[in-house]
């Protein structure tokens, strides 16, 4: 699976690399929402699976991604990654039809549990949507 890691903290975007790597997927990087807008345009770029992005973010934050995400991209996966799992933060992902949502705070059994449970809900339908893995 191809799999867009958005954050703009190298260090954490390398950790995540190595993990989703380690597990099987091929990973493309972006340090900022702009970033990744333009890979996900470029038809040079491998088709994108799934989409995992930090929520704070200095240009855009993930929930804007999420916006323009749906807007030019319909209903490729996305889950948002952060270290604030506020109520309203939940309640603002899950309007824009996020599909999954993952505290900070995670191993990388629990990230893989999360990409796993995305994926195999977006694959029975657009219905099928929901966010797993947070505690509030």
Known sequence: MNILVVDNNAIWLETLKRGLNISGHEVMEAMSANEAL?????SDMPVIDLVL?????????GIELLKKIRMNYGSLPVIIMTAY???SLLIEALHN???GFIEKSYSLDQLMLEVNRVMQRSQNGPCQNGIGSVTI
């Open 38 to 42: 333009m890979n996900l345009s470029n």
């Open 53 to 61: 992005t930090d929520y704070v973010m200095s240009e855009m934050n």
């Open 85 to 87: 799992a506020e109520n």
């Open 97 to 99: 039809n996020c599909n």
